[in-house]
Every structure is written in C-alpha cells, then in structure tokens.
C-alpha cells in the first residue's frame, strides 16, 4: 500500500468515495474500482463500531488505504477508527482552532499528541505495538471538515494548525449554514469554497472536497483543490442501476 498521507501532502490529485453500506462486500467492490483511497462514512451511515474494522479489512485486501469519517470530535471515535487499522480520519464540522488542534492531538500518539495506546488492529493486536508506534505519528492522515459559517469565518486560523494534513470542504452543510442553497446561492456558495481553499493553500495545506460528479473536477483543480470524495457506493449504485434500466427500457 503507497504512502497516503505522503500522497496527500504532496498535493497528487487522489479520486476516492464515501463507503456507506455496512458490508465488506461492498467495500471490495469499491476499493477494486480504481479509486485511489476510500472513506468509511461512520458519520451518516448505519455503520456501528463493531462494523468499522471489517470493513477497513475489506479496502485492505486491494491494497487501497481506508480512512475513515467520524462521527463527531470525540477522541475515543478517532480512536476507534485509528485502532482498527484506518489510514487517517476526517473529522466533521471543525469551525476553530481549537476543535482542529485537539483533532490533531486525538491522533498523534504522545509526545506529539495525546492518543492511547491499546491492543487493537493496527498493533498487530497488541504483539507489534513497538512497530507501529515508529511510524504511526508519520503515516497517519488528519483531515478536517470545514463546513459551517463560523468555520469560514475562522478560516485564517484554522489552516494555521500544525499537524492537519487535508482542509476538506463539505459544500453540503457549508451552503445551509452560510444561506447559499440551491441555484440562487451558488455564487456565495462558490466564493466560499474559494476562500476556504486558498487559505489552506496559502498555509501550505492540500484541499479536498466532496463532488457529487466528477463534472466539475476540472474546474476546482484550477482553484488547488486536489483531494476528491466523489459521491458514495450508494450513489453510485443509484446512479448505475437507474442507467442500466433506463437504457434497457429504450432499447
């Protein structure tokens, strides 16, 4: 499996998708696509926590790094996450500093950070704890989800953080808390996501965002954006099926 955090720092174009459906079935199924990294969405899903390492396993077997979406700030989430073997984490609706700094801390082991240590996955289970604490604090990726308006608002801040890899913008919840919804919004919505991204740029910070296509990609890229999660398994099964059965109803 390549470097992901590497990758992501670097500011290679990554294409990956949300994971959705709680079964490791469907995460093959994704992580053999193509995609470069796929994201284990803990967040909006019914996926519990006994779920997350099986499917994490899953992405493993093609040799395609999982991170995984939190729930929420909690440092036993990121931990959770973490210890089943996860590439790295985005952590939702980080609107401060503060909120991105305890991020970080939740996945950095000390002196650099204040993760336990335990037996999970990624330690081999308890029996390569050693190992892994040599390189985890390097490999892991922190990315963090800016989405609301007082998260644009203290953007400046925020990029400042030491430790975050990926400023992620989350056009969705960034257009209903800042009131730029639908057609009439998209300029407002548009200058939002240009703001955000060029101040995580000028921090030195690569930007994701979610894409609901991939129509658009080209666009963005010119704007530094360089980290995508187009759409989701469930999605994409949508979106295939409808077109299957709508080509065989014309045909």
Not at 76 to 87: F, H, Y
Not at 134 to 147: F, G, P, W
Not at 225 to 241: H, R, V
Request: aromatic fraction near 6%; hydrophobic fraction near 45%; include cysteine.
């Amino acid at each position: 499996m390549y470097d992901f955090r590497k990758k992501c720092v670097s500011l290679d174009r990554l294409i990956g998708t949300f994971c959705a459906i709680p079964h490791p079935v469907a995460v093959e199924v994704a992580a053999a696509s193509g995609v470069d990294f796929l994201c284990i969405d803990w967040e909006h899903s019914q996926i519990g926590r006994e779920r997350l390492e099986d499917l994490v396993r899953a992405a493993d077997v093609h040799k395609v790094p999982a991170m995984v979406r939190v729930p929420g700030h909690t440092p036993e989430w990121i931990a959770a996450a973490l210890d089943a073997g996860a590439s790295g984490v985005l952590v939702p609706r980080v609107s401060t500093a503060e909120q991105a700094r305890m991020a970080v801390m939740a996945c950095r082991h000390p002196p650099v950070g204040a993760r336990g240590v335990g037996p999970g996955r990624a330690a081999g289970y308890g029996y390569r704890i050693p190992d892994y604490l040599k390189s985890a604090n390097d490999v892991l990726t922190v990315a963090i989800q800016v989405e609301t308006a007082e998260g644009l608002a203290n953007i400046d801040d925020i990029v400042q953080v030491d430790g975050v890899d990926v400023i992620f913008i989350g056009p969705g919840d960034l257009s209903v808390s800042i009131d730029a919804m639908g057609p009439a919004g998209q300029d407002k919505l548009n200058a939002a996501i240009i703001r955000i991204a060029a101040a995580a740029r000028a921090a030195h910070k690569a930007v994701g965002i979610f894409r609901p296509s991939a129509d658009d990609v080209g666009k963005w890229s010119k704007h530094g954006i360089s980290f995508y999660m187009l759409a989701s398994d469930t999605m994409f099964l949508g979106a295939g099926l409808a077109a299957g059965a709508a080509s065989a109803r014309s045909a």
